[in-house]
């Protein structure tokens, strides 16, 4: 059968760094486990536009692999033409680059590797935390312009402790977004999810619960978004809910771009209703040259901490979630039962529970 | 001055231990207390337009720790500079008169046993912040000149910055948000050489108070070991609670981390301890975290080893000398992917949260000296004629 991956260029990287498996130049480590099963094995970065390899190749596909960090957009119109198409391996967490409903109508599987890089994204999330909130970037570009002026970026730098930090979404990474801010001493630690954690874990990490979304932005002085995209999350964050924010507030979202509307934000932090703006998601990836948020600031020219997409691309996920895309393939292949955990869209339908409330 | 007023002021400062507020006010006299009309000198950093904007710049020359009415009301005379450098600065000029010196590490007073002859007067220095060592203890105690800083007022401050620049080391974040703001995009470039922290052994070269908030920090991320070097071993219930292990020899320690973090004060015993011999000894690739002092370690050597590859970065907030100058090796040195840097003026105590805390600190620090009531004992480095703290080294 055939097999077409997306994934992200290396080049010179990839060669002198073996480990960058989620390249094009590396494959994920199985080129010649496929084929020595017998299958074709086509691996591409090319994706975009009809005249694409991705595009081209996905008309006799039987299985897609792809990856959030540069993502193959399924939409409905390319699963439309994509007859042989029965199942789709995310290379990483996070499937929204899917048609998810269109999946479902035509009974292809989605599956993820659930968990690959769930503690990669925890990390990048408090890292952006403190880079915010402690006003980093400023402070190291004037070294590099060989300045000194200590007020200039203390006055704008605060200390994480005694802060009020909620998390949109406590799942699999809000949950361990909670548990690493255990010992910074923050004010409270609260969450939004339209499933409450169970009631000992909650306990865990003195997680409390805020029912309405508009009263949970505004009790907070961080907020991180740990939701995946769907129907009921795109454009969420917008300049609705911007205006319930407290003034000053910082937002990291390393979720997905999508979740935030790009322009309300870019104004929220020129106005100063937000202090700082961080994480490595975007709406469209890879983000075009111009992108406002490669260049937005605050009003003291600070607040940006944005990074590509790589966070859970680490050379340490990398790894996992190589080996657990070959573990799904090998079980698809071999007609056993997938991790459920693994399995947004199932031959039935929705398995997941994460992607938004379902009937 | 009229005639009259300037009459007044000559015999007026013949008399013992009155003194002149300002050109036109005297210090009272009906307190016989014996620190009143005391000198108090302080050396902070300049804030400028950005002091005027934020109030909460407590530590700046303009906003002056909040202190100056307290104390002149109370009749002392508060002279408040950024000059340090040379015999000609304000610092060195007004220190032959001072009682009491007030300095802070993000803008240090080089206090040497050179000025300390010139200060006869000299009885108590205080720091405003954490870390006494710009001022020359040994000196200090010959003299019997007390030094006193606002323990704790900025250790959880530290401790948090050691944690975002291990974090930013580790994962590759610097050279990651340059692309961005290139208008560039190449995920591999970054992620070549970003790793997580998890599973990963980490080492604390001290592990006094900011070395302990650091370890708990670090512990829900899952790190392979915990490790720590010092000559005091934390107590059999901090150890269990931390999950840290000490390792006693220096080379070993070391040799074992994958991310070490120094928290130790600067000292006889830890001046150029991080030198091109020890760092032989990393794990090559290793990362190294500096928020204690820069002279910890040897500039050339950390620039060296970054070049090399020995360390895949270095990050901190600390220099040898403050300010550093425009071509300190540490600005510009990257390692052979060109990131490795995190470095960044010394300013991690001096958030705006720490800052309310050592000013607060730094009065009450006063006001105990002007009662002549008892200091917090943790506050005190040097007490009279002696080391009190077991931080500086073993004695």
Same mark, same amino acid.
């Given at each position: ?163 009020v930090v909620g998390t949109i ?9 909670l ?9 409270e630690l609260i969450y939004y ?14 997680a409390r619960?805020v ?5 949970f932005v505004?009790q907070c002085d961080v907020v991180t ?22 003034? #000053?507030a910082?937002? !990291?979202?390393?979720?997905? %771009?999508?979740?935030? *509307?790009?322009? /309300?934000?870019? $104004? =929220? ?33 600070? #607040?940006?901490?944005? !990074?590509?997409?790589?966070? %859970?691309?680490?050379? *340490?996920?990398? /790894?996992?979630? $190589? =080996? ?36 | ?395």
């Amino acid at each position: 059968l055939q097999i077409v991956a997306v994934l992200y260029k290396g080049g010179d990287a990839a060669t002198e760094e073996p480990r960058l498996l989620g390249t094009i130049e590396n494959q994920l480590g199985i080129r010649s486990w496929v084929e020595e099963l017998g299958h074709e094995f086509i691996v591409t970065d090319d994706k975009e536009g009809p005249d694409s390899v991705f595009q081209k190749n996905i008309v006799d596909a039987e299985v897609l692999i792809t990856t959030p960090f540069h993502p193959a957009y399924v939409t409905k119109e390319i699963i439309d033409k994509a007859p042989n198409l029965k199942i789709c391996i995310t290379a990483g967490v996070g499937s929204d680059h899917v048609d998810l409903n269109a999946a479902v109508e035509r009974h292809i599987q989605v599956l993820e590797v659930s968990g690959s890089n769930v503690v990669s994204v925890a990390e990048h999330v408090i890292m952006s935390i403190l880079l915010l909130v402690r006003n980093f970037v400023p402070a190291h570009e004037m070294i590099e312009r060989g300045d000194w002026q200590v007020s200039d970026v203390a006055r704008n730098a605060y200390d994480l402790e005694g802060k009020v930090v909620g998390t949109i979404g406590a799942g699999r990474i809000g949950y361990r977004v909670l548990q690493r801010l255990v010992p910074f001493n923050t004010k409270e630690l609260i969450y939004y999810d339209y499933a409450a954690l169970p009631e000992e874990a909650a306990k865990a990490v003195g997680a409390r619960r805020v029912d309405d979304l508009k009263d949970f932005v505004s009790q907070c002085d961080v907020v991180t978004v740990n939701c995946p995209l769907h129907e009921g999350t795109r454009g969420l964050v917008n300049a609705e809910l911007l205006s319930h924010f407290k003034k #000053g507030a910082w937002l !990291v979202n390393t979720a997905r %771009g999508a979740i935030c *509307d790009k322009d /309300a934000v870019a $104004a =929220a932090l020129k106005s100063g209703q937000l202090s700082g703006y961080a994480g490595d998601v975007w709406n469209v990836q890879p983000a075009p040259k111009d992108h406002v948020w490669r260049t937005m600031k605050n009003p003291l020219g600070g #607040g940006n901490g944005m !990074v590509p997409h790589y966070s %859970g691309t680490t050379l *340490d996920a990398q /790894a996992r979630y $190589a =080996a657990g895309t070959k573990s799904i393939l090998e079980n698809y292949l071999a007609n056993k039962p997938q991790e459920p955990q693994n399995i947004i869209i199932g031959i039935e339908g929705y398995a997941t529970k994460a992607y938004g409330q379902r009937k | 001055m009229s005639v009259l007023a300037a009459s007044f002021k000559r015999n007026i400062a013949s008399a013992k231990g009155a003194r002149m507020l300002n050109g036109r006010t005297l210090a009272p006299t009906i307190n016989h207390n014996s620190s009143a009309g005391l000198k108090v000198l302080a050396v902070l950093y300049k804030g400028g337009d950005a002091a005027k904007q934020e109030p909460r710049l407590l530590g700046t020359v303009e906003n002056q720790l909040g202190i100056r009415e307290w104390l002149e009301s109370q009749g002392h005379e508060y002279i408040v500079t950024d000059d340090k450098e040379g015999p000609n600065s304000v610092f060195q000029k007004e220190l032959k008169d001072t009682d009491i010196l007030i300095t802070t590490p993000f803008h240090p007073g080089y206090l040497t046993r050179e000025l300390v002859e010139k200060a006869p007067n000299l009885k108590l220095c205080v720091t405003a912040g954490v870390g006494s060592d710009h001022i020359d203890l040994n000196a200090a105690v010959e003299k019997k000149i007390q030094v006193l800083e606002v323990t704790g007022s900025n250790v959880v401050s530290v401790a948090e910055h050691v944690m975002m620049s291990i974090l930013l080391l580790v994962r590759n974040f610097v050279p990651a948000h340059e692309m961005i703001e290139r208008g560039e995009w190449q995920v591999s470039d970054v992620a070549r050489n970003a790793y997580d922290l998890e599973g990963k052994t980490i080492g604390t070269l001290g592990a006094g108070r900011i070395g302990r908030l650091v370890l708990e920090r670090l512990k829900p991320f899952n790190p392979k070991e915990l490790l720590y070097y010092d000559y005091a071993a934390l107590s059999p219930e901090n150890a269990e609670k931390l999950g840290a292990r000490r390792v006693e020899d220096l080379k070993e320690f070391v040799s074992q981390c994958d991310i070490i973090t120094i928290n130790a004060p600067l000292h006889e015993g830890t001046r150029g301890l991080v030198n091109a011999d020890l760092l032989k000894h990393f794990k090559k690739g290793a990362w190294l975290v500096n928020t204690a002092r820069g002279a910890i370690c040897v500039a050339e050597d950390v620039a060296a080893a970054l070049k090399t590859g020995q360390i895949n970065g270095y990050a901190g907030d600390v220099w040898n000398v403050q300010p550093a100058p425009k071509d300190h090796p540490w600005r510009y040195m990257k390692n052979h992917l060109g990131g490795g840097n995190g470095m960044v003026p010394h300013y991690s105590g001096t958030t705006l949260d720490a800052q309310a805390r050592y000013a607060k600190g730094t009065k009450q620090i006063l006001e105990n000296y002007f009662k002549g009531a008892a200091q917090e004992p943790a506050n005190i480095i040097v007490g009279l004629g002696k080391y009190e703290t077991k931080s500086y080294g073993q004695r």
